[in-house]
């Protein structure tokens, strides 16, 4: 007989079932729901904690810092997010943002080439980042080399050619247009955080709609099923690391519109923030766990703890230790209900 | 048997031509021979591109050949500065002549310990270990120490924002990495103007670790924080001023609230010359890329006596900063020529920017 949580399926039917359902399923599937909801929970306890400690936190003028801050990371997240469903990992982001970051640059009307592509630019170094991870995941699937290996050897690639590119001599951006747009509001909303929102509502859709995003998660949970399904898990891979690349690639020139360079070190700390927030968000590192809303949260979180403490006034000394700890309570509240069952933890 | 018998043979020739005691060079060197090598840490920044355009603006205005210069970039990594100096002194040790930022204090001992060992010649700037001297027994290779006074320099900043400033209002503080010297003593620059000026407070400060994207939305934050109550930004380097720069921008304010900066980048320079910083300071990277290079060349061909003849203060002294502003701006705005050195490579005149003993 199969077991179905605490009842009892019979192969009669369902009908057995249902009048054996009982309490303990309904307070099984409403556990699962709230644990579910713990991040979401975080996000709200520091939000409210932060307004008490500063009223300001709370005003228009911070909400409205707090969506500019989130934007890139949310962009980031969205695009890591497919990757650790997979159970993969891209270490190359910080190596794409700065090529496609100084492609960017150089393409846009700018202080050492002649060019003045505006718009296209940003189109332009996206794709650019797609094409590194393509090469990302070809490498990975083909080479059958962990994903690890590859992406902190195309890291390094990645920083390299960004490096050849500047040369010491950093393109500085001058399209007045395109600067203004990325540093500026459409009614009172920054534009950025719309990019964003429209690049997590593609996430959203390729994760629910199409089979590239529900076969992430069988990917995630089993490969070698998957494989044994005939799931086309290398073409999946590929995807995956394609998306991941765009993301980077978008990322690295609307941060160098807004700062207004093309920037070698502008990818700085942003693999391990936007792998964070995935984490925190509730997307296991392991995979087949997750969602790109969760990584929304994700980001959420650590925008506004990483807001917050500099209206609390935490000392600089202070910050990344005090932000570690409640990454690693965010993380704990996040799996406390998974840590009873035989699961292996990586 | 035998192919063990063959293993130990190689190893034993390899060990003699390798690693044989090094050739001393206390005799100077051909000016084809020698070799210029600037280490660094990287060159993505234009402060370590202009170090090491100035390292070739000086081999080109000696007549010698760009083949006879190399770069080492050491990306942040300590024990690669070490090794990269090892690996290039297998041959020439004693005609090769070291430039070097180093990338933190301890392996200036490492590198000094790898010159006296190889017959190699460095100089060093900015700081190195307490107690620690060219001048003291044994550092014969240590040609010379060319300090940079940041308390001096974060001072001279201060003062121009104070003034910009009017003396009165609210400022809040951008630091460097938390534990580099340079940062720590930048920052006590700025403290020591504060107590000087009562009329001003410090309402806030935050690491933004030398980075603009990093600094940009500290200073957003501060902005929804603080509103009008901030008059003036201070930065502990050019490249977190302009991040607090386009962090203004986006609120409208760049050029109407007084930043500043540390380093003299081009971009920074052109900064104070729109208006939307007000000043920085510059220890003048063409100068620090080259003047060790000069200074080794001067002593290998024989026209500047050998270091251990150098008064104490030839060998460990601080270079004369540089406070760029809206008043002598101009000067600054376009890349110098070698001829603007010529005076500081002059083997008589290797000191001309000591301003006084480094500590």
Not at chain 1, 20 to 39: F, K, Q
Not at chain 2, 242 to 268: H, M
Request: net charge positive; with cysteine.
């Amino acid at each position: 007989m199969a077991e179905l949580g605490h009842a009892r399926v019979s192969p009669v039917g369902r009908r057995v079932a249902r009048r054996e359902v009982g309490a303990s399923t309904i307070a099984a599937t409403l556990r699962r729901n709230v644990l579910a909801w713990t991040p979401a929970l975080a996000l709200g306890v520091l939000c409210i904690a932060f307004s008490i400690a500063d009223a300001r936190f709370a005003s228009l003028a911070n909400i409205h810092t707090l969506a500019s801050q989130a934007a890139l990371p949310l962009i980031l997240a969205t695009g890591m997010t497919f990757i650790i469903l997979q159970g993969s990992i891209d270490l190359s982001v910080e190596g794409v943002m700065a090529a496609c970051s100084l492609t960017f640059a150089l393409l846009v009307r700018n202080s050492r080439t002649g060019l003045d592509l505006g718009v296209l630019a940003i189109v332009a170094a996206s794709l650019l980042g797609a094409c590194f991870g393509v090469a990302n995941g070809a490498l990975i699937t083909r080479l059958r080399v962990p994903s690890f290996m590859v992406t902190l050897g195309t890291w390094s690639i990645t920083s390299g050619v960004a490096m050849l590119i500047s040369g010491g001599q950093p393109p500085q951006i001058r399209d007045m247009a395109m600067r203004n747009w990325a540093l500026g509001d459409s009614l009172g909303v920054p534009n950025l955080i719309v990019v964003a929102i429209v690049f997590l509502a593609v996430g959203y859709l390729l994760q629910t709609y199409t089979r590239f995003g529900r076969y992430s998660y069988i990917v995630g949970s089993s490969e070698d099923i998957a494989r044994l399904s005939g799931v086309a898990v290398d073409r999946f891979k590929v995807l995956a690391f394609a998306f991941c690349g765009l993301s980077s690639g978008l990322a690295g020139a609307l941060e160098s519109a807004r700062l207004g360079l093309g920037h070698v070190q502008i990818g700085a700390n942003q693999m391990f923030l936007a792998l964070t927030a995935v984490v925190i968000g509730g997307t296991s590192l392991s995979g087949g766990r997750g969602g790109v809303v969760q990584s929304m949260v994700g980001v959420l979180i650590l925008t506004v703890l990483a807001n917050g403490m500099i209206f609390v006034g935490v000392t600089p000394y202070l910050q990344t230790a005090v932000q570690g700890a409640i990454i690693l309570l965010a993380v704990i509240a996040a799996t406390w209900h998974l840590r009873g069952r035989l699961r292996v933890v990586k | 048997m035998r192919q063990h018998a063959l293993i130990l043979f190689a190893g034993a020739a390899s060990f003699v031509a390798f690693g044989g005691p090094a050739a001393r060079a206390d005799t100077p060197c051909k000016k084809e021979d020698i070799r210029f090598i600037n280490s660094m840490r990287e060159i993505a920044q234009p402060y370590h591109a202009d170090l090491d355009k100035g390292g070739r603006l000086f081999v080109q205005s000696v007549g010698l050949n760009d083949k006879q210069y190399v770069l080492q970039l050491n990306q942040s990594d300590s024990d690669k500065q070490v090794s990269l100096m090892r690996a290039v002194l297998a041959t020439n040790p004693g005609c090769t002549v070291f430039n070097v930022e180093p990338n933190n204090l301890p392996e200036v001992r490492l590198i000094v310990q790898t010159a006296n060992q190889t017959g190699a010649w460095v100089v060093t700037h900015w700081s190195h270990p307490d107690g620690f001297y060219p001048y003291q027994q044994g550092n014969d290779h240590w040609i010379a120490h060319i300090g940079v006074n940041s308390l001096d320099a974060g001072v001279s900043v201060s003062r121009s924002l104070v003034n910009a400033m009017g003396g009165q209002g609210g400022i809040v503080a951008l630091q460097g990495i938390l534990e580099n010297k340079p940062a720590q003593l930048r920052f006590a620059g700025l403290q020591k103007v504060l107590a000087e000026n009562p009329g001003v407070t410090l309402l806030d400060q935050q690491t933004a670790n030398w980075d603009r994207s990093q600094a940009f939305p500290i200073v957003q934050a501060w902005l929804s924080k603080y509103g009008d109550k901030i008059k003036a930004i201070w930065a502990a380097n050019d490249d977190m001023a302009l991040g607090a720069v386009e962090a203004l921008r986006a609120q409208g304010l760049a050029g109407k609230i007084p930043v500043v900066g540390v380093d003299g980048i081009p971009e920074a320079i052109q900064a104070v010359k729109t208006g939307e910083m007000t000043a920085t300071v510059s220890s003048d990277a063409y100068y620090q890329g080259s003047i060790g290079l000069a200074m080794g060349y001067c002593v290998l061909t024989g026209q500047a006596p050998m270091p251990a003849k150098w008064t104490n203060e030839q060998r460990n002294f601080n270079l004369r900063l540089i406070t760029i502003s809206k008043d002598n701006v101009d000067q600054y705005l376009n890349p110098p020529p070698a001829s603007a050195y010529a005076g500081d490579w002059d083997c008589n005149k290797l000191w001309s920017r000591d301003t006084g003993p480094a500590d």
